[in-house]
């Protein structure tokens, strides 16, 4: 029948997952359909609610009580609360403390840090954990999270007489398989300053997917960071602020992003004035320790670091990489034949180019590493600029010297020429290139 209502006939518990997917508020509406969706919303299964939706304070508190009574006996996917009032969140937080909770997110907007309750350490169905700007206290009894999978924290605060209380926390998780911490405070203020988390241990034999970002706000060298974990499969790893970096027994690693200047070492006299060996050593054994790693996202700050640390020591061996896409730049750009020498299996690179054009420094690149005679079958560049002298000698490097590449995909920043130009040069490239099944597209 034309303009029949087929949702509505659908089993109401059907209905409740598919509003489950939408924020409370939305949720709601609904109920002003028809008298069916009446009261549909009072039995979803979750809460995500924002201290926006509501014109005060005791509006939010009487909406989430009479949702709380409802579904007294109910389990909850999620309980998802921002609010600018701490008072308010730690005493919701309590009271979702007395539900069945499988996913719990808290924000505190105004960033007071209000105490999450100790509760929160010991729950028996809680899958999903998210706290931003909250303080966690010393847990009093031992941690026990045995469904939790997945953890993330940001800028949270920690008791400062206890440092381990995050290291605690992870493991009491038996099943933590996603984790992330981000410490990104601009508005730091000496209290955090005295409570953010400066030692962070991860220790699992499960956990799968890490994110870590420490921004260097504050210039500290006060941090430490040692991840000891056999089944990590992706790590992204962004920190300018840690003194001490361990990694160990990555052994199932498949992919990392590394964002890390090291500056927090050695400062600006080991870059430009020469060496130090407690540097050197941790850069070294980073590398080693991610050296089994299959996919590698690397940024220009950590390329310029390898590139003065390469002039020091011997850059690690990476025998099962085979994609890198790193971000090169003029000043980095004799790094480049030494890093792939170390990459002896590469298959596909990715890189994009950072033209400087005030870098004075004449670089050439001659020497051909293994994998460009033996591995290397598609390269791909991006961010030229046309006619620039830097990045037209990086494609001709790659066309001239790889042996079976397959593939070369150049493409620029800047577009001011005509296809028929673009055209002239592919065919100029195509002359060029070593490898005779090698196809050339530009962009």
């Not at 670089?363 to 791909?380: A, H, K």
Request: with cysteine; aromatic share 10%; net charge neutral.
């Amino acid at each position: 029948m034309a303009g029949r209502d087929r949702i509505s006939d659908l089993p109401e518990c059907l209905l409740t997952q598919i509003l489950s997917y939408l924020p409370t508020k939305d949720s709601v509406k609904t109920s002003l359909l028809s008298k069916r969706w009446e009261s549909v919303w009072l039995r979803v299964p979750g809460l995500d609610l924002r201290f926006y939706d509501f014109p005060d304070v005791q509006a939010m508190e009487s909406f989430i009580d009479q949702f709380l009574k409802v579904n007294k006996y109910s389990q909850l996917q999620k309980f998802e609360i921002e609010s600018k009032n701490d008072g308010f969140l730690v005493s919701w937080i309590c009271r979702a403390d007395g539900h069945v909770v499988h996913r719990l997110d808290v924000s505190d907007v105004i960033r007071k840090a209000p105490n999450v309750t100790q509760s929160i350490y010991r729950s028996n169905t809680l899958v999903s954990l998210k706290l931003v700007s909250v303080r966690l206290e010393t847990p009093k009894c031992s941690v026990y999270l045995p469904c939790l999978k997945i953890m993330y924290s940001e800028d949270v605060w920690y008791d400062y007489d206890d440092p381990l209380t995050m290291e605690k926390t992870i493991a009491g998780c038996p099943a933590l398989e996603d984790l992330t911490v981000i410490v990104s405070r601009p508005w730091l203020d000496e209290s955090f300053e005295r409570n953010f988390l400066k030692h962070l241990r991860v220790r699992s034999q499960i956990l799968k997917r890490f994110r870590l970002m420490f921004e260097d706000r504050w210039g500290g060298r006060k941090c430490s960071v040692e991840i000891d974990a056999p089944s990590l499969e992706y790590m992204s790893f962004s920190d300018n602020q840690s003194a001490k970096i361990v990694v160990k027994n990555l052994s199932s690693l498949v992919m990392v992003d590394i964002d890390c200047a090291f500056k927090a070492y050695f400062g600006e006299a080991f870059l430009l004035q020469g060496r130090e060996n407690i540097s050197e050593l941790t850069i070294h054994d980073f590398f080693a320790g991610i050296s089994g790693v299959r996919h590698m996202i690397i940024s220009r700050p950590t390329l310029q670091v390898l590139c003065r640390y390469s002039e020091l020591g011997k850059i690690p061996k990476f025998e099962y990489l085979y994609r890198l896409q790193a971000k090169f730049s003029c000043d980095t750009l004799r790094l480049l034949p030494k890093f792939l020498e170390s990459c002896i299996n590469l298959e596909d690179l990715i890189v994009d180019f950072d033209a400087d054009s005030m870098f004075p420094m004449k670089i050439e690149l001659t020497y051909v590493p293994r994998c460009l005679i033996m591995t290397l079958e598609s390269v791909e560049i991006n961010k030229l600029k046309w006619n620039e002298e830097w990045g037209m000698k990086l494609v001709n490097y790659f066309l001239e010297n790889s042996v079976i590449l397959k593939k070369l995909t150049v493409s620029f920043i800047d577009s001011p020429v005509s296809n028929q130009e673009r055209e002239i040069y592919r065919k100029l490239l195509t002359t060029r290139k070593r490898s005779g099944r090698c196809q050339v597209s530009i962009y």
